[in-house]
């Protein structure tokens, strides 16, 4: 009688896990026909090369124009810089609190990295067009400092969190038998660290980094505050205009049924399909060097 009921209480448990995953996958399908939907009409009647290729954005001009290159090379500079200064700052804190760091210092620079996690990303907006953009005014005698310099240093500084405390507990999960072993056969702690410690936790490290990508390339509230949020051609001292941001300054007060609606939930089609394309190319670099 208990085995029967044990058996039937881990039917149901197994069922429920089962329902809550295929909850989460048909949510998942459920944006993707919405987005597709949504955003192939305005893509069939502006053409997909002059979509995606055209340089310029009047939505609301009398003569329209909806190319949004400039949207897409500022959103993959903007995360590739993001990822260029907030990767190896991440990854190093990580493993010296995972590997290094003293108990009190540890427990001290988590909870700064939790309250980091924490802060609403309009703060972080806010801190920056107070603050980061007119330093960046007066240090590189620019006429303007919102542009695109300054959000990739808000998005290195959000994307922290992620990565750090996802690279933690990926590091803190490795057997420290093999650590042992490494430190017998005279490897010092370092080498240890970062040629036993770090290869056995690149999965994680990876997610991390995956993580940390797609909160850069989805973030669009701070970013808005101090990239200008103009839809120039992306440079590095020049007000520049995200993929998020294109379509959270405009949908507010773009007609219903109008091109110009149609053509922001293309953007957000095209920022959906960026991302996927990421984490597809992540995953497939990290199964193939695990086959290796």
């Not at 907030?86 to 990854?91: L, M, Q, T």
């Not at 980091?116 to 953009?133: D, E």
């Not at 990739?152 to 996802?166: E, R």
């Amino acid at each position: 009688m208990m085995g029967c009921r044990k058996q039937a209480v881990e039917t149901v448990v197994h069922g429920i896990f089962l329902l809550l995953g295929l909850i989460t996958v048909g949510c998942v399908l459920l944006i993707t026909v919405y987005l597709i939907v949504s955003g192939i009409p305005a893509i069939r009647e502006i053409g997909l090369a002059a979509f995606l290729l055209g340089d310029t954005w009047a939505s609301t001009a009398a003569e329209p124009s909806f190319g949004i290159l400039p949207f897409i090379l500022t959103s993959v500079y903007g995360t590739a810089g993001a990822i260029f200064f907030g990767v190896p700052v991440g990854f190093m804190t990580a493993v010296y609190l995972a590997k290094m760091a003293p108990p009190k210092i540890k427990a001290v620079v988590e909870a700064a990295v939790s309250l980091l996690a924490g802060i609403p990303s309009v703060v972080y907006g806010l801190v920056g067009m107070l603050v980061l953009v007119p330093g960046i005014r007066v240090l590189f005698h620019v006429p303007d400092g919102a542009s695109l310099l300054a959000a990739i240093i808000v998005l290195a500084i959000m994307i922290l969190p992620s990565i750090i405390k996802v690279s933690v507990t990926a590091l803190e999960a490795v057997s420290p038998e093999y650590e042992d072993a490494s430190l017998a056969l005279g490897a010092t702690p370092i080498e240890t660290y970062f040629k036993v410690s770090v290869p056995a936790a690149k999965s994680g490290i990876a997610a991390a980094v995956v993580l940390g990508v797609g909160r850069a390339i989805g973030e669009a509230m701070a970013v808005i505050m101090v990239s200008g949020n103009v839809a120039n051609m992306p440079s590095l001292f020049q007000s520049v205009r995200f993929l998020t941001t294109a379509v959270a300054s405009e949908m507010s007060y773009a007609s219903p049924e109008s091109l110009q609606r149609q053509a922001l939930f293309s953007i957000a089609l095209v920022l959906y399909l960026f991302i996927l394309l990421i984490n597809a190319a992540l995953n497939f670099f990290l199964k193939r060097s695990k086959e290796g």
